[in-house]
């Protein structure tokens, strides 16, 4: 009798043994937080299909006393770092943002011979090389892009492609503010609405400013180019002063403002800039709605590629965290 494609499926005799993952997690807010019930929603799934279980074994918050989701475990919580970086784990996830601990926490990490996933593009361009250093543990895919993979395609997908440029919307708060001004919010009302659904940066300046969209782009320079992150001068503006006006003059001439990023290699070396544009309706980047981000990437070989998707939220950016730490651990993947 022949063995279906199912049958074989379905069999339990050929599946590896659940590999137990320790995962020390700091930060415990909207991405944090949202990993934890990820995690805690897809443990059988997890356990059947990648042969992974993930035991949290320590969370660092700021404040342990702060009430918090269902699925964070009280005894788990430290606000100490030499505690956290002392508890034996395979991997630490840094969803905890700026850059002074995170810095501590990701070397530490590296350093006691822990993988660390991050979401933090901040500590990235400045340190992303660095870490990179101590080898293949470092991964990224939370930082660009929330739910859109675009570290893999560039890193392993487009690998040896010669990819020559990168034209992207990066920032899911400006994005949504647009967005919302577009259906009659007002500027405010919309910059307070991107700050309630966790979108915005603990520093909304940075999102408005285009801070976040350039440190975004200059990973994504270092990650198709080979361009270090860390010294690239990336122009950047960020939205007009009057956005409403500028947003209603955009919609008078047919087009719509996007706060678009570009990095381009050239013979001179690579050019990066973040400033608003008015752009055609049938630009896929005007396509970018509400939190979403629409990332092209052009190389010799591939033509243009056009990624679009959550870019920002908890949900999205725990989904990048999880991938990151399914791809890591699963038997077979590296
Ligand atoms: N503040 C960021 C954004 C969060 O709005 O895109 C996701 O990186």
Known sequence: MSTTLASRASSTASRPPVTTVRVA???CGTVGGALLDLLARHADDLTRRHALRFHVVRILARDASRPRSTAVERALLTTSVAEFLDT???????AIGG???ADVLARGALAHGRALVTANKAL?????????AFGPRLRFEAAVGGGVPIVRLLREGLAGQGVH???????GTTNYILSRIERGDPYAAALAAAQRAGFA?????RDLQGVDAADKLALLAWLAFGADPST?????EGLPRDVDAAVRGAARSGRRLRLVATAERAARGVTAHVSPALLHLDDPLAAAVDEENVIQVTSASSGTLTL????AGGAATAAALLADLIHLFQPGTH
């Open 124 to 132: 990235l361009r400045t340190q992303g090389p660095a870490l990179a």
């Open 308 to 311: 679009r998707g959550r870019g």
């Open 88 to 94: 034996p784990a395979d991997v630490v996830v840094e």
């Open 232 to 236: 690239l001068e990336v122009v950047t």
């Open 99 to 101: 850059s002074c601990t």
């Open 25 to 27: 997690l700091a930060g």
């Open 165 to 171: 440029r990168v034209r992207a919307v990066l920032n």
């Open 201 to 205: 940066e603990a520093d909304p300046s």
